[in-house]
């Protein structure tokens, strides 16, 4: 089965597929499952098992596709997580961890809609290339030696007094 083109060439898969029942002890019935294993052609030593519930009559060919689509949702969490900062935040309460997905996912939206607006000129434009153009193009605030020193110099205090309040819960005093 051809499923794509890839920068590696012809993605190619040999598939094979059995209806499988599934029981987990908690329902009164089991449930009909695809199993499909897939080997790709250029690396017959390699083998994706997959289960799905998609109607019966779906194709082999089709199974086979969907699962290949992992991969492009695999990769929007690699790029939402090293271009947007999704693995970025610390909350403390849900509506803190809504406020910033919200944002991450309102980046990846701009990102999409330049790489499919630009996907003529640069077909091979990427998350990466967008957060670098925008570092090298956009304005950015004059900022002192005095002001970056003040900064660490205020984290460097948060950070004590935080070090400092964890030995006291402890009993044991800390230098100063």
């Excluded at 330049?114 to 090298?136: F, G, T």
Aim: glycine residues 4%; positive net charge.
């Amino acid at each position: 089965v051809k499923i794509r083109y890839s920068t590696r060439g012809k993605l190619e898969v040999e598939g094979l597929h059995q209806r499988v029942w599934l029981w987990d002890n908690e329902e009164s019935a089991a449930h009909e499952w695809h199993l499909l294993v897939r080997r790709e052609i250029h690396a017959p030593d390699e083998f994706r098992y997959t289960l799905s519930n998609a109607p019966a009559e779906t194709s082999v060919k089709r199974l086979a596709q969907m699962q290949a689509q992992r991969y492009w949702v695999e990769r929007v969490f690699q790029d939402g997580k090293s271009e947007c900062g999704m693995a970025d935040y610390q909350v403390r309460k849900w509506s803190g961890w809504h406020h910033h997905m919200a944002l991450v996912f309102m980046a990846m939206l701009f990102m999409l809609e330049e790489r499919l607006r630009a996907a003529d000129v640069y077909p091979l434009l990427s998350c990466s290339d967008i957060e670098e153009l925008l570092k090298q193009f956009l304005p950015r605030r004059a900022v002192t030696q005095e002001e970056v020193l003040a900064q660490m110099q205020k984290r460097h205090r948060k950070r004590f007094a935080s070090i400092r309040a964890q030995y006291a819960k402890q009993g044991v005093e800390l230098w100063e």
